[in-house]
DNA sequence: TCCATTTTTGAATTCACCTTCAAAATGACG
DNA sequence: CGTCATTTTGAAGGTGAATTCAAAAATGGA
């Protein structure tokens, strides 16, 4: 039998046990079986912490985006200058690699979120604050004089997590020319038009 | 029994019916029963033209990309003016509003296009026809004298046609305040930004 | 150690879908 | 109008996954 662990840290395998099983198989794509397989349990004893599968997956979506998010807040505080946030977090929004299974799991979301309400608040909020996070930077780097922005900090904002979602589809399908390096690059390329500033640092 | 049609007639009505499951049940969700309903088919009858379901899913899945693409082609065709030209191309990438198909279907690609190497591809050439749709726009305008490109046309034609998938997603998954018309401000400002002009016409 | 409780298994059942196929319906063509 | 090839149906069979549940195993506490 699988080693025994308490509810809550059974609850915390399952959900990364599930979000392995949609990576591989796909938000609609998954099964009972898949998410079982991955934990290393039965069927009956996925069942028996989450009866309902469904709510397993909106759990290990959720997951997985707070994680994400969360991920790319911290890595923002351990900065001070504008411009070198800006870069970070640029690159900290891209898959690392085709492969990347927390942009894999992202991209699951897209369809998805057209069909299902709570998928597509999900990734809404997700973006809000993504958001949000860029606004900031670009309202404190103009106060400070840094960056002399070409249009509203909400619009630029906007635009640039909407560029790091579409790059990170194109790199998870594999694009053959454009990489993390290559999307790093064109958003950049964006970035110094929005800011006026060239992000060397 | 459904009104028996020939061979061609059939195979575009089945593709339609795939198309409309795949919005309604998503790529990994549809079930032959699904399309047969659709179509109003039994199953067999599906499987009578397309004994692998697969093979119908990418039929429907190219034919609705073709159809998008080549939309977008016929619309550019009539104009001569660069602006105008960018100005309605920008536009006819965006979804008419949540539920628009076209976009809907190509949303669905997103997740399985990183599962699929069929798909990846399939989405992959799509992502770089639109690009040089968009480069022809820019280097006729540079050209021209009309538009001042702030880089390469290369890079600004992959970050608008990224803009475009981007709040496609956005779109269909219902964001609160972003629908066609604030997607299609926020891509205009990168725009104006790009080309140098204010794309006022 | 033993007991009570929780967790997990594995087998049985049910359900839903795919697949096959003989028979029926349809339409083209002589 | 009759024949023939094609298309469609509908039922039967097979497969695999979800669900249920009694029994077994593991754990924590007395």
Redesign the pocket.
Known sequence: ???????SD?RIDLIEAARRAIIRHGIDG?????V?EEA??????????Y???SELLVEAQHAGMERFYEQRLRRLATLTDPVEKLVVTIRSGLPTGSLDPDVRLLNELGGAAGRNRVYGVLLTSLYDRQVSMYQAILDTGAALGVFRLSAGSLTIARNLVALEDAYGYRITARHPVIGPDEANELILSYARAATGNDLAH
């Open positions: 039998m699988a080693q025994r662990k308490s509810r059974r998954v099964q009972l079986s898949h079982a290393g349990l039965t069927s009956g004893a996925v069942l028996y912490h009866p309902d599968l």
